[in-house]
């Protein structure tokens, strides 16, 4: 789509061809669409390659018994799996989002801190290499999961330092991309673009750069305690010294739960534009929706005991965790019940963005539910570290933030490319997806309702036969991503111009004030916002 | 996509979705629900998960019915023209509140069932688990009973890599070599911990999931409501054998397990030091007397079946181990060495490696194990007496 905009460009724009062109571009540019485009094709192949290891543990429980890896190498797939999907794919993808998008929406010529924006992307590539890498260091690569509890993780070898340092440089992109956001967002807007005008999209990231400021760090600050431990003889999580390995699961999940929120607020930013779109009517709520993001970032800094219910904690931390979960429930309802407002009494057609949108609504709140269901501590209890809980993360992360990327790349193509998708092959590819993902994922409800333990490469007969579905459906999800790949390079292939607004009901800046594709330069005149 | 797509869609699928929904029923193995629950806590679990999934099973009933209505008559081909209202304070608030009333209203049984399950009070039984890489121990604090429990499925019928494996017994991976048992209708207090790294005791039948956490102890408890065999295995990811450690918990009529306990008393009578602990089933027989001196075949006789139980996962039954992770002991020079050093090994583990303590086997089993290795495969070195252990363990 680079090339394509690249080209495009300089029909728009001849006085600005003095950038550098070829790898230079890349590695030098300062513009906030070269490095969403760079942050999105990064995503995008970190999608592919924790989906190969997702198809690889599939593969592997297709059937009991142990037929293509050892148990070992198996626990090394399903952390980097977890891994490289949440840091590696869904946070850069966002990112990507961002970049593309918030200068846009808020009328503003770039973001903030353009030369550090280009540190914050090449800083995320070493650290995908170092994880990546570590798989083929002695040893193997980290085989913990991915929540990184000690002591396993003491046990491991040089895999493990490599993980912490990935770790570390990828927490420090994240803080510099969200300073960036933050301060683009607050003091680049165009006159009349009040915060309570801004997009949805751009208010649902100002609240995820918050969240990561606040919780970066706290990993951080885990991994480094990892890390002395391992090396400099500390002992904050060994017993034996006078640590405590709670206390890992404690620091981590504060981090941890907040992380979830930063992979799903700007979803809902995202649906929060294609929804009104495609209804042809604005959003309903839009004040609400602000207050029950806030809300939801808020709550998420106060729930993180109900991952861990298991440690045995007291009754009152148990009580606390369980009520504090539960509340979540209540902004995200009123989130759910919005969209629905907004489709209510609209006039609705169902291009691909709609139908992953709507997708996302339905199995997002599936998640939602399950969700609930292992808010209620005793049955949490029953259900921690089975399947049910690996469906409903997925249902949360793949239906939920994985969708809504999706929605939103079939969105903005024309804005980011000039051209437009193929509708066909774009419907294909939602259908294929929505069901593959179903039969990959909704017999893991059974599974761990059954007593299934997750991360294990083998398992009881009685597990059998919806193991074999979920990884019947896993190989059709898996696969029809590649048609994702397929429809986006026929886009920027194609020669169906995209008009400066193909969505009737789209009315956001970089749709009303903008050509398509944007020019690589946009709003050095701000727009007045009225 | 028109409407025409969607119904063709769905009339083609449904032939499809039926007979995989009588498939379903046919067999057994298509579980949709909880196990069913064999302790009063495993029915309150079962009870709560099945108010909440009520609840939102008619949210999603209702909603998505609104949802789905909306999408196929508010849409702009059946001619669709777009109202302009964006708010309603009233339908807001209203939303906002049922929501928290509905919850308000399933917190409070659960929080019922929370109370009780933290209340290990007053326990007719205490049996402390302890979570080894990978093998449980099970103290029986007032009996003096102490065994190991490990996984008895043979790896013939897991390794299929090179050839299909053996045809896989019926409780493939949840069977072990000797349960926990328990009387039922008693009620059994767990104290939970770890040697090594965490694990998590989880028996769904039982309503526990409880992490054993090196360095520290916890508590939970449960009551068997009737005589049977309750299976489960770890639940917290423990390194490589994590999906090799099934927990199995028979429950006895009182006068059965009384008769269980004189049973295991008289197999060994050391079981109350604090050292000995009673052997896994095959050694069970001649692990008495640490003091006699053992024959070089009978330590490797039965230093073959404690590597087959303990060993064998990372070290192979090859000896070649799969370095660099699980170093070889053939023609290793622990295995080929000085004895001194090897039991140093095998009794307190390596810092930072995969290599656990085994102290919790016993001395015959230990001297055993390690003769095995020094004189297996192509190592030459001599055996060690359990006497020598014994020694070692002292200092």
Redesign the interface.
């Known amino acids: 789509m680079s090339a394509a905009t690249h080209a495009q460009d300089h029909a728009h724009h001849d006085d600005h061809a003095h950038h550098p062109t070829g790898i230079k571009r890349w590695l030098f540019t300062t513009n906030h669409k070269d490095i969403g485009t760079m942050y999105l094709w990064f995503s995008l192949a970190m999608f592919f390659t924790g989906g190969v290891m997702a198809l690889l543990i599939r593969a592997e429980l297709f059937q009991p018994g142990l037929q293509f890896v050892n148990p070992e190498f198996f626990n090394s797939l399903t952390t980097v799996h977890g891994l490289v999907m949440v840091f590696g794919a869904i946070m850069p993808a966002w990112v990507g989002f961002a970049n593309w998008l918030i200068p846009m929406q808020v009328g503003a010529a770039d973001m903030a801190f353009p030369r550090m924006n280009n540190w914050s992307f090449w800083l995320v590539v070493p650290a995908a290499i170092l994880l990546v890498a570590s798989f083929f260091v002695p040893g193997g690569a980290a085989a913990s999961g991915w929540t990184l509890y000690p002591p396993l993780i003491i046990q491991q070898g040089i895999s493990i330092d490599m993980t912490i340092l990935a770790v570390h440089i990828l927490g420090a992109s994240s803080i510099m991309g969200s300073i960036n956001i933050i301060t683009t967002i607050l003091n680049l807007r165009a006159p009349g673009m009040t915060l309570m005008k801004m997009p949805l999209f751009v208010w649902t990231w100002l609240i995820t750069a918050y969240l990561l400021i606040a919780v970066m760090p706290v990993l951080a600050g885990a991994v480094t305690m990892l890390l002395t431990d391992r090396h400099f003889g500390t002992s904050f999580f060994n017993a034996a010294g006078g640590g405590d390995p709670t206390m890992f699961m404690h620091i981590f999940w504060f981090f941890g739960h907040p992380e979830v929120y930063i992979m799903i607020l700007p979803a809902f930013g995202v649906v929060s534009a294609i929804i009104p779109a495609f209804a042809r009517k604005p959003l309903f709520g839009y004040a609400s929706m602000v207050y029950a993001t806030a809300s939801i970032a808020i709550l998420s800094f106060i729930v993180w005991g109900h991952h861990m219910f298991t440690v045995g904690m007291p009754a009152a931390g148990q009580l606390f965790f369980m009520y504090a979960t539960m509340l979540i429930a209540v902004p995200t309802g009123v989130k759910v019940f919005n969209w629905i407002a907004t489709m209510w009494q609209g006039s609705m057609t169902f291009e691909t963005p709609m139908l992953f949108s709507i997708g996302f609504i339905c199995l997002f709140t599936i998640g939602g539910f399950s969700g609930l269901v292992l808010a209620i501590t005793p049955v949490d209890i029953t259900l921690h570290n089975t399947y049910y809980v690996v469906a409903h993360f997925h249902y949360v992360l793949v239906s939920g933030a994985l969708f809504s990327i999706f929605a939103g790349i079939y969105f903005w193509l024309p804005k980011f490319t000039g051209k437009m998708y193929s509708e066909k092959l774009g419907k294909l590819h939602f259908w294929l997806s929505v069901i593959g993902f179903n039969i990959a994922f909704f017999p893991q409800h059974f599974l761990g309702l059954a007593g299934m333990p997750r991360r294990i490469p083998d398992y009881a007969l009685q597990f059998a036969e919806w193991n074999m579905w979920s990884s019947i459906g896993a190989f059709i999800f898996g696969f029809s991503q590649l048609l994702f790949l397929y429809n986006v390079i026929e886009c920027i292939r194609s020669n169906r111009k995209a008009a400066d607004n193909p969505w009737e009901g789209a009315d956001t800046l970089e749709w009303t004030h903008l050509p398509s594709p944007a020019p690589y330069h946009s709003f050095e005149t701000a727009p007045v916002v009225k | ?1 028109g409407l025409d797509m969607i119904r063709k ?1 769905i009339r083609n699928a449904a032939p499809a979705v039926a007979a995989l929904v009588m498939g379903a029923t046919a ?1 057994a ?7 069913p629950p064999a302790s009063p ?2 029915q ?2 079962y009870d ?2 099945w108010a ?2 009520w ?2 099973i008619v ?2 009933v209702v ?2 019915g ?2 789905f209505y ?2 196929f008559k ?4 059946a001619g ?9 304070t009233t ?2 608030v209203i ?2 509140v049922i ?2 009333l509905i ?1 308000v209203g ?2 409070y049984p ?2 019922k ?3 009780e ?2 209340d290990a009070s007053n326990p007719d039984l205490t049996i402390k688990v302890t979570a080894y890489q990978w093998a449980w121990e099970y103290d029986y604090l007032q009996d003096g009973v102490k065994f190991n429990s490990l996984l008895a499925t043979p790896r013939a ?5 090179q050839k299909k ?1 053996e045809a ?1 017994n ?5 069977e072990v070599d000797n349960p926990m048992v328990v009387p039922v209708g008693k009620k059994v207090r767990l104290l ?1 911990t770890a040697n ?3 694990h ?1 005791w ?1 028996v ?2 039982l ?5 054993g ?4 102890v ?3 408890w449960f009551k068997a409501d009737k005589a049977g065999t309750y ?14 450690m099934p927990i199995v918990v028979v429950a006895k009529a009182p006068e059965d397990y009384a008769k269980w306990v004189k049973e295991q008393q008289a197999k060994n009578p050391q079981a109350a030091a604090p050292q000995q602990v009673a052997a896994a089933a095959p050694v069970a027989a001649v692990a008495e007397d640490p003091s006699r001196k053992w024959t070089a075949d009978e330590l490797k006789a039965a230093g073959e079946k404690v590597y087959a139980a303990n060993c064998v996962a990372c070290h192979q039954a090859t000896g070649k181990g ?1 370095p ?2 699980f170093p070889a002991l053939d023609g290793s020079k622990v295995a080929t060495g000085a004895k001194g050093p090897q039991i140093a090994l095998v009794l307190n583990g390596k810092q ?3 290599m656990a303590s085994f102290s919790r086997l016993t001395d015959a089993e230990l001297a055993a194990v390690i003769t095995y290795t020094r004189t297996a495969w192509g190592n030459k070195a001599g055996e060690v007496q359990p006497s020598e252990v014994k020694a070692a363990r002292k200092g």
């Open positions: 996509m869609t067999n193995a298509y579980d949709v629900d909880i196990l806590i495993a309150q679990i709560l998960h909440i999934m609840v939102c949210i999603f909603v998505f609104a949802m909306s999408i508010h849409r702009k081909s669709a023209k777009a109202a302009h209202f964006h708010e309603n339908v807001e939303w906002t929501p928290f919850l399933m917190a659960a929080t069932t929370v109370l399950m933290k019928q897991i390794e299929e890599w494996g896989k019926p409780d493939y991976l949840l939970v090594d790294v965490i998590g989880y769904p039948q309503g526990i999931n409880q992490y956490i090196p360095g520290f916890k508590d939970t299976r489960g295995q770890c639940s917290q990811i423990c390194g490589k054998e994590h999906g090799y799969m660099p992770a930072g490696t995969a």
